[in-house]
């Protein structure tokens, strides 16, 4: 967190003010006091013009405790509906994948919606006849505006290809809605070249043909694995950015990056902040600043460019001796300024 | 289905004697008769010692109409549990990872639950005012019988090594479940070791370092997603096999390619085997016959190994010039018989 701040601060023009206010919120603060987000802090979040989140979660705290009282809760009260999440293969990074495929798509993840809701129960919980269920609840409404931001982003590439993933072959209830709202909502972007696939299929191409891919657009269940997978293509988890959008405007954006918190490596000066650099260039772009927001990407490239050569950052880029968290922050810094 | 016939009867031990019935099911059927699987054949297919299952799936029938009243009407009716998936990288064949891991893991699939249970609907269906649900049901009886099974399957491996893959950060009543369960079975396995990942981090491993997986049980969806992405890494959905098992006897098992029907290339001779091949070797094991199925595994990888240098199955493997469909099958028949 403090390189993206860092970084941030270095590449803003000298005119923009920057007000920042810190949040202390997570695994530590809910052993201290149990608490995860607060109604009044929730209100004073909503105040804000965007956030950059930490990664969360902790081994010490149940599972699902701050995953869904903090990041989700805030996904659905900022009513982020847009969870966007580009993947590019930067030319000097190590993917696992043979060939070294031209990978440059983003994936629009539902964000609001689908077995994220919190829908479900457990009946006998413990008990050898206990049941379990888990809803996935889906609306035209939370399709529509998602497919739509989707199509809008395809027209503006130079493809302007979008592939809809879902799985309507046994989720028929959600995947049929889904499908034909990507399709009724495709008549307006009749520029925009449209695509199916079913999820399990689409891990397939991810890993032998992701060139194939230029805008995607998915559930939220799905968008969180195929993410996770585009990530681990593409240079690893600690280079994933993402932007939890709320495109009208009602409530402030969130970024973030993909990757957790890697508690096993907390204040060792270990731990690669460039996913989290690359978030705040998406929180730039978001506001407005494309100018910052491409410098920021652009002295990544450059960064790992060096890497690459000698000195290589934590996720294991190049060969030499690894930077520390703040040396690669100072880096990018220092590029973002120059 | 006819390659798969001819290498069963090739290895079978001349005292045996081979019983088939075929039956006409799919989208031809479909279209003619628009039946799926009538009840009279449900049941005379009850009375088989295992069924060999061709692909299904034609895009000129509605997405969902042959999986679930066909496939999934199979799986729920012979309370196939335990979906098996084998994942080996052989020795002879492309993979899309480069450094050419050591991959052998097998995926055991909850295969009777979950979200594939047809539990779901959709209200105002078509209008902008549309819900749809799909629901997940998860039973602590269905879960525990797949987990056994799958320590059991652990147990009997040299590394002896099982990993749960849920979610249960988010999916918390399902997840926390699965969880519960694997643990307290796991305390009649203290020889196995056990480990958790949530399905988005699993796909980072299965590109990064497959070599870690030895056992994997999960639910059917998350199962569904990763072992197409674990085809995909080993050699190509054009090797992988599966079954459906009902381990207690009262049903038979079935066993079919986990790739799809590939209705471009039907009738040409394209169409690759080997998956279908590779389910008769499981589908023998699974009746006793293990000496025959090692066989059949046996004379595919030295196949692969004869493509690999001169003679490229349809899936890409190796240079020069494909052959039939027909062909791989003699050349599989006359290996497994010699
Ligand atoms: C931490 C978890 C709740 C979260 C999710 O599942 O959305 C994460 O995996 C992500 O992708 O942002
Ligand atoms: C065809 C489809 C219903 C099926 C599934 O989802 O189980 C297939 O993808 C599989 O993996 O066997």
């Known amino acids: 967190m403090a390189q993206g701040l860092k970084v941030l601060t270095a590449v803003l023009p000298q005119d923009v003010k920057l007000e920042t206010q810190e949040y202390d919120l997570g695994a530590r603060r809910w052993h ?13 979040l909503k105040r804000h013009d965007a956030i950059l ?34 993947s590019k293969l930067f030319p000097n990074t190590t993917t696992p994948l043979a060939g070294r495929p031209d990978i440059d798509f983003v994936v629009v ?13 457990s009946l006998r919980t413990g008990t050898p006849a206990e049941v379990a269920t888990e809803v996935s609840l889906n609306t035209a409404y939370g399709v529509e505006r998602v497919v739509r931001d ?21 989720l028929v209830y959600a995947g049929h809605m889904w499908k034909n709202i990507f399709d009724k909502v495709g008549q307006e972007y009749p520029e925009v070249t449209t695509d199916y696939l079913h999820v399990d299929a689409a891990t397939i191409f991810f890993v032998t043909q992701p060139e194939r891919f230029d805008v995607i657009v998915t559930d939220n269940l799905f ?16 280079l994933a950015a993402s932007g939890n959008i709320n495109p009208t405007g009602d409530f402030p954006s969130m970024f973030e990056p993909v990757h957790g918190s890697a508690p096993d490596i907390a204040g060792t000066g270990k731990a690669d902040p460039t996913a989290t650099i ?47 968290t703040d040396e690669i922050g100072d880096a990018l810094a220092a590029r973002v300024a120059g």
Chains 1, 2 share one sequence.
């Open 32 to 44: 201290a006091t149990g608490e995860t987000l607060p109604d009044a802090e929730l209100e004073s």
């Open 109 to 121: 993840r539902e964000g609001t919606e689908g077995p994220y809701t919190g829908n479900g129960g």
């Open 150 to 170: 989707a199509y809008e982003r395809a027209n503006a590439r130079p493809r302007k290809k979008l592939t809809l993933v879902h799985k309507n072959n046994v």
């Open 53 to 86: 989140l930490g990664a969360i979660g902790d081994p010490s705290v149940p599972s699902g405790v701050l995953e869904r009282g903090l990041l989700l809760k805030l996904r659905f009260a900022f009513d982020h509906f847009v969870n966007l999440r580009p």
């Open 278 to 324: 690359l978030s705040v260039a998406l929180l730039l772009r978001h506001l407005g600043y494309e100018q910052q927001a491409a410098r920021i990407e652009e002295a990544v490239a450059a960064d790992l460019e060096a890497r690459w050569g000698h000195l290589p950052g934590p996720s294991g880029q190049g060969g030499g001796s690894p930077r520390s």
């Open 223 to 238: 968008g969180d694995i195929l993410t996770d997978l585009a990530a681990a293509v593409t240079g690893g988890i600690g």
